[in-house]
């Protein structure tokens, strides 16, 4: 999937049309190639502008169309406005092109499907692939964006609905429609979101410069879990979120992402190497594996200091547990990790909840880290289980204070500050 480096010669608000608000540091759509698929809704007029503002963008648009799609719509204006050939007719004789859209599944970027009907809706959550875009959903590796369109009563049925989350479980993406009159003549949820909405969250998807291709990068996230029996153990609070946006970060920009994960809720990001790991032990095991010859690593684990001394097989009568347990300190795996020849940039995260700046430099000193990204756990809304962090990074340089910000973007600085390093 689309991991060589594309021509970039634009890059934030400045690159891109008056209507396109700046939604993140360095972005593009050059080079991206988008598979739009547009089903019959009388929005597939709407999916019109959709298609222009990504080929404005610089985006390659390639549009296929269910049959009463082309009720509302001709093939020959997303024809015209992508400049590319559109597809109805799954086993039609290709005419004037060939290779093109062969393999659109394996080249796309992205997918997007707009307008989606509660048809579609159901078909894709169902696996029916009678028709060209169910089919190439089907053999798709590539993020798919779905932008609902239909009216109110049918969005909020409970089958589309049970479809609707069932396709998000997998990863699929989905617009909310807004609310407000309907084709029908109701009013209603059910509308489709405005283009430029729905080119945003193309980019916000696939947007993003390509500046860490060529890097391979290990992350940890997470907390670990060490046993005391089969049914006991000593963890902590981390939910694994920051280390998860760094990797999709890092995935989104052209590197080659391992992300070595303790036990969280989260889904693994697509296009990342995912290892799962419990114990700190695991954990070590993995990083000294991994790490060797890598560009970065950045532990972004909550390592256990400690685990249970003596794991016992089987479960422990509460008789047996002694009322003080005997605990061995982990190993500091970062601090082994600085000792590799040649030593990867080293990312650590301190978090704290008092003298936070002070804890940070002694970590940096004491770890023989690179950067290392503090943050103090007892402020309300940031730090473990949110889904924002403020953060200062200390370095041999200095400290920056970098504002509070949701861990999605958070990431992005961080790989930046990492990029730096690289020279
Ligand atoms: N870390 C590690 N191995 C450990 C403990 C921590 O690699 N055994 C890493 C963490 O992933 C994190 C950084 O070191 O990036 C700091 O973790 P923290 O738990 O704050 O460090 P500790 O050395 O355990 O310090 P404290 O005494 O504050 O718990």
Redesign the pocket.
Known sequence: MRRERWPIDRGGKAGFPRWFPAIGPKMTMQGRTIALGVSGGIAAYKACEVASKLVQLGASVHVAMTRSATEFVTPLTFRTLTQNPVIVHMFAEPKHWSVEHIGLAERADLFIIAPATANIIGKLAAGVADDFITTTLLATAAPVLVVPAMHHRMYVHPIVQRNIVLLQEIGYRFMEPETGRLASGGYGKGRFPSPEKVVEQAVALIGYEHDLTGRTVVV?AGP?VEPLDPVRFLSNRSSGKMGYALAAAARDRGARVILVSGPVGLRPPLGVETVYIET?AE??RV?LARAPGCDAV????????FAPKGRSEQKLKKQAIPAILELE?????????SQLQPRPVL??????TSSVLQ?ART?LE??G?DL??ANDVSQPGIGFGSDDNQVTMVSAAGAEEIPRMPKARLAHVIWDRVKSRWG
């Open positions: 940890s670990t700190a954990l070590r990083m950045v532990m972004a684990a909550a390592v256990a200091d300190e982990n190993p500091d795996i970062i601090r082994e990790l990312v650590a995260f301190a978090a704290e804890a970590k004491t770890k880290v290392v990204f």
